[in-house]
């Protein structure tokens, strides 16, 4: 019986195939229990065909480390949950051939899937989530969807990359032709996903489930279907990877840096869809194992001006990348289930209460919390505070059931409100640790922060604040006057 036979034997409109991404790594998850078994295994890039095997070595509940398969091994982890598994592998461009179940992976990054009898469909949604038809000669660059084998597949075309630094931090893109091809045989049909190699590593990645549709339809898939691991994004076995920028130390054109919250991944985590949160439980699974004890997730590449005016290189963390991150986490984990989603957001928690508290004492009634701290300290004192990183951070600390806490930032800006208001109305980006207010702010990002920090106040304290309520008028009078859209109503 084939590996996808033992898991989708026995139905139900959601009962999870496995979730696939194949990069360095093949990931599945349970979308409705806590994983509840963990085991790897280690073989050598060299060992030829190599068969799943039946069980396999119990290591630690983090696995092996990805990094490894750089060094010309092939990393095979498994969880297992009812109804589900989660599967990763590593591998190197050297690797020879290795057979995983309906797998094939031969050298070069080739990857070839055993779709069984049943003749593939290929189609993508449009903007209204309605199913437009596709052959394998119009498939687009970026995702697209396939019904095979029973069930409905979210699949991207190969990507290569190389020279991904020793800490993970960036990686190179490699240019060149990847395609898909589809053939057929007395055996069945197959897919095949080709990713030339001579170097470095390859990419692949699918969805798969019995019915990838939500209640509306296939709708959610316009949340992702121009940034998710399409367009300018990447998802590796190692993090989720955005262009470098000129201000980024070492800049270059196909350079990639690991960013610690993929925004794509974290809309996709408050998505109602279920489908929705799988593709993001794909992405923010790997990006969590690159979090600190502590729970924050560093940036591992410098950026000019804060190594120049705060004295913070490579290894920093962004206050509002990791509040972010955590918040998804906390979602994720509310809605599926997963105890150790739920547990590394409270470890955040944590990290931001001491950040905070060691950069105000609090003596005046304020509590800013400065937008940027490396775990090694820096040289140019306590950063920047921006309002949209204190709003945030604020929501935060409620939706995590720390409101106590959170009315200590929320106060801090009510009690600057007026400040923050520019004489064009506009709002100042940023508050510096002697009191100066400077910057353009964002268009709209900013005004959503308030206005769901003040949602949260209503539901969680039962009161509206009046300052946030100005700022909230200045900042909608100041959009409507520039013709700014997307922000909330």
Same mark, same amino acid.
């Not at 199913?131 to 409905?152: C, H, K, V, W, Y």
């Not at 699949?155 to 020793?166: E, T, W």
């Not at 729970?295 to 705060?310: A, E, F, K």
């Not at 920090?453 to 604040?465: I, P, Y």
């Given at each position: ?7 989708h ?13 194949f ?23 060299? %060992? ?14 983090? !696995?092996?480390?990805?990094?490894? #398969? #750089? ?48 003749? @593939? ?11 437009? @038809? ?7 660059a ?8 029973? %069930? ?13 630094? #020793?800490?993970? !931090?960036? /990686? ?7 395609? =898909? ?15 030339t ?20 339809g ?7 279907? +121009? ?17 470098t ?9 196909? =350079? ?6 993929? &925004?794509i991944? +974290? ?7 279920? @489908? ?5 439980v ?10 600190? @004890?502590?729970?924050?997730?560093p940036? =591992?590449?410098? +950026? ?8 913070? !290189? ?18 994720l984990?509310?809605? =599926? ?7 590394? #957001?409270?470890?955040? +928690?944590?990290?931001?209460?001491? &950040? ?9 009634? /304020? ?6 701290? &490396?775990?090694?300290?820096g040289?140019?004192?306590?950063? &920047? ?61 900013t ?26 008028? %200045? ?15």
């Amino acid at each position: 019986m084939k590996m996808n036979e033992r898991i989708h034997r026995g139905g139900g409109r959601w009962r999870l195939l496995p979730l696939l991404l194949f990069s360095t790594l093949i990931l599945n998850t349970a979308a409705y229990a806590v994983p509840v078994d963990s085991h790897a295994i280690r073989i050598p890039a060299d %060992a030829g065909v190599v068969p799943m095997p039946a069980s396999a070595v119990t290591e630690p509940k983090s !696995g092996p480390d990805p990094l490894r #398969a #750089a060094a010309g091994e092939i990393l095979i982890s498994r969880e297992t949950a009812p109804g589900a598994e989660v599967l990763r592998y590593c591998f190197p461009a050297k690797l020879r051939s290795a057979e995983f179940g309906m797998i094939t992976i031969s050298p070069g990054g080739t990857f070839v899937i055993d779709l069984g009898e049943e003749t @593939p469909g290929f189609f993508t949604v449009d903007a209204d989530g309605n199913e437009q @038809p596709l052959s394998i000669a119009t498939l687009p660059a970026g995702p697209f969807f396939m019904r095979a084998d029973g %069930a409905e597949w979210l699949i991207m075309r190969p990507q290569c990359f190389r020279d991904r630094d #020793a800490e993970g !931090g960036t /990686l190179r893109i490699l240019s060149g032709g990847s395609e =898909l091809r589809l053939t057929h045989d007395a055996d069945g049909w197959r897919l095949g996903a080709v990713c030339t190699l001579t170097e470095g590593f390859g990419s692949f990645w699918y969805l798969r489930a019995e019915s990838l549709a939500a209640q509306d339809g296939y709708r959610w898939f316009q949340d992702c279907s +121009v940034g998710l691991f399409g367009g300018i994004h990447r998802l590796t076995a190692y993090g989720y990877y955005y262009p470098t920028s000129t201000s980024h130390i070492g800049y270059a054109p196909d =350079l990639y840096y690991r960013i610690p919250a993929p &925004h794509i991944a +974290v809309k996709l985590a408050h998505s109602p869809a279920l @489908p929705a949160k799988l593709c993001a439980v794909a992405m923010l699974d790997i990006c969590r194992a690159g979090a600190s @004890p502590t729970g924050d997730l560093p940036t =591992l590449i410098g +950026v000019d001006w804060l190594l120049r005016d705060y004295g913070l !290189g490579a290894g920093f963390y962004d206050t509002r990348f990791n509040t972010d991150f955590a918040w998804a986490l906390l979602d994720l984990g509310r809605s =599926l289930g997963l105890d150790e989603y739920k547990e590394q #957001a409270h470890r955040f +928690v944590d990290s931001l209460r001491r &950040h905070i508290d060691e950069s105000a004492d609090g003596s005046d009634g /304020l509590y800013f919390s400065p937008d940027y701290g &490396h775990a090694s300290g820096g040289t140019g004192g306590v950063t &920047h505070t921006s309002l949209n990183h204190q709003a945030a951070e604020a929501s935060f600390l409620i939706r995590a059931g720390y409101s106590s806490y959170a009315m200590r930032l929320v106060k801090t800006i009510e009690a600057t409100a007026d400040e923050w208001i520019k004489p064009d109305g506009d709002l100042w980006y940023a508050r510096t640790a002697d009191g100066e207010y400077f910057g353009a702010d964002y268009p709209y990002l900013t005004y959503n922060d308030l206005y769901e920090l003040q949602l949260l106040l209503e539901t969680d304290a039962g009161r509206r604040s009046g300052p946030i309520d100005r700022l909230l008028a %200045a900042k909608l009078r100041w959009m409507e006057k520039n013709g700014v859209t997307g922000y909330l109503k």
